[in-house]
């Protein structure tokens, strides 16, 4: 089962507050959420879960078909990952992949090479680009070891896998690798080939604020 924590939306993207305001924001973490159950739309390979209380999320996740976990706590991705594997394993969910809703690029090649990739028992894990997150974790057995998610989440991951005694893949995919959390990630987004709404609304961002440096300069 691929499980898709998504925290409450009206006040996604806090470390891009000194430039847009929050309902910009709010609209970014909107369009990224759309382009990642997009790709897993497009992948068809397993059952998926949007493990959240936000309303946004959950009429998405309705429109596609897909489980709706409810995250009634909204306290973190990893609380939420938590109470989302424990139902997994009680409906007899053998494998869990786990990925963030703010890896707009995805693309449904990029999960199946995950599951192509995955051992028979074991795990696989693929890093932020900055080697520090991890931003997808999928564990066979579900709840092979617990996930921890955070800004240097991916060194514990692997340690933890190793300590099962099970395998674990290490797989480096660029447009997973991306996740959105700077200016320097939101000008990546809008620089990568393609015309997903997440990356036409970053196009957008950033040439409004351009736009809006050069009529400050020239005042």
């Given at each position: 089962?691929?499980l ?5 939306l009206s006040d996604a993207k ?9 309902a ?7 369009a990224?959420l759309?382009?990642v ?7 068809r390979?397993d059952?998926?879960?949007v ?7 959950r009429?998405?996740?309705?429109r ?5 976990i409810?995250d ?11 109470t ?6 009680q409906?007899g969910v053998e494998?869990?992949l786990?990925?963030p ?11 199946r090479?995950?599951y192509?990739?995955a051992p028979?028992?074991?795990?696989v894990l693929?890093p932020?680009g900055?080697k520090?997150?991890?931003n997808a974790a999928?564990r066979?057995?579900?709840?092979a070891f ?8 991916f060194?514990?991951?692997?340690a933890?896998a190793?300590?099962t005694?099970d395998?674990?893949?290490v797989?480096?995919i660029?447009?997973i690798?991306l996740?959105?959390?700077?200016m320097?990630d939101?000008l990546?987004?809008a620089q990568?080939?393609?015309?997903k709404?997440s990356q036409?609304?970053a196009r957008e961002?950033i040439s409004a604020?351009?736009?809006s ?5 020239a005042?």
């Open positions: 089962m691929i898709i924590p998504v925290k409450n806090q470390r891009l507050a000194p430039s847009f305001d929050q910009t924001r709010t609209a970014l973490a909107h990224m759309e382009d159950l997009q790709a897993v739309v497009e992948y390979g059952d998926v879960a493990v959240t209380s936000d309303a946004f999320a009429d998405l996740a309705r596609h078909g897909f489980e709706i409810l009634n706590a909204n306290r973190s991705e990893t609380d939420a990952i938590e989302a594997t424990s139902a997994a394993e409906g494998t869990t786990v990925i809703g703010d890896i707009p690029l995805i693309e449904a090649a990029d999960i090479m995950i192509d990739q028979a028992r074991g795990s693929v932020s900055d520090r997150g991890t999928l066979r057995p579900a709840g617990p996930l921890r998610f955070g800004n240097d989440s060194v514990p991951h692997l933890a190793k300590a005694g395998p674990c893949v797989l480096e660029p447009r690798a996740d959105i959390d700077t320097e939101l990546q987004l990568a080939p393609g015309h709404p036409v609304l961002l604020r351009e736009d440096l050069k009529t400050t300069l005042g």
